[in-house]
């Protein structure tokens, strides 16, 4: 069993659009989560850490659910910009990436 | 955050040849951190470079095949031997830093073995 699975999408939304996205993981003892973005032919760079409080950076939330192993990406009010693949990242005894999943924001 | 630079940036490389690929951190780290990244695919873990120890290897990762150096702080290479088109990937290197312990990620190497 992967230790991390993500839906690979893609997920093709119009502007405005709220979308989300959903993680598992199967180490219950995992200890840090994360958010990446990475844009065609670039290095993936980080988008926000997930507490287990969730958490909150202007249009994007994160929010883990330790029971039941998963953690989630919530983009309101889409912009053409937010087109990526995110990638979710679990932590245990390293760094462990979804496959990423493509979202595309169509005008 | 962390600058780091990495090079070549891409290269075309033929059968049978070998390539290295150098990463230097804008400050010194413990660990530095070679991925690949196949098209279509995730993330995998190569090796974790320690500077003054031998790397360590991931499951289906050997040194013959991707050795690995580490001679100070703030710079590593990988050199991927003997290639075949199988390795065509994005090889990109990485440290831990943060108040989270986030990675952050040199731009990456494109590497096609043709």
């Known amino acids: 069993r992967k230790e991390v699975e993500q839906d690979p999408g893609p997920f093709n939304v119009p502007e405005g659009a709220t979308v989300a996205f959903n993680c598992t993981y199967s180490?219950?003892?995992?200890?840090?989560f994360f958010w990446y973005r990475q844009d065609c032919r670039k290095e993936p760079k980080l988008l926000m850490s997930?507490?287990?409080s969730g958490n909150e950076d202007g249009r994007f939330t994160a929010q883990l659910n330790r029971a039941s192993q998963y953690i989630s990406l919530l983009i309101r009010d889409s912009k053409l910009s937010d087109s990526a693949t995110y990638l979710c990242v679990v932590v245990g005894n390293q760094f462990y990436f979804g496959t990423g999943t493509s979202l595309t924001v169509i005008p | 955050s962390a600058v780091i630079s990495q090079k070549p940036s891409r290269d075309i490389c033929q059968r049978g040849t070998s390539l290295t690929i150098q990463c230097q951190v804008d400050?010194?780290?413990?660990?530095m951190f070679w991925y690949r990244q196949q098209p279509g695919q995730s993330l995998t873990l190569i090796a974790t470079a320690n500077q003054g120890s031998e790397a360590t290897y991931e499951s289906g990762f050997v040194i013959d095949k991707f050795p690995i150096s580490r001679p100070n702080l703030t710079f590593s290479t990988l050199t991927v031997s003997n290639m075949s088109p199988e390795d065509s990937s994005i090889y990109l290197c990485s440290v831990a830093r943060g108040r989270a312990g986030e990675l952050f990620f040199g731009e990456g190497s494109r590497l096609t073995v043709l």
């Open positions: 180490n219950s003892a995992s200890q840090s």
């Open positions: 997930v507490y287990s």
């Open positions: 400050s010194q780290v413990t660990m």
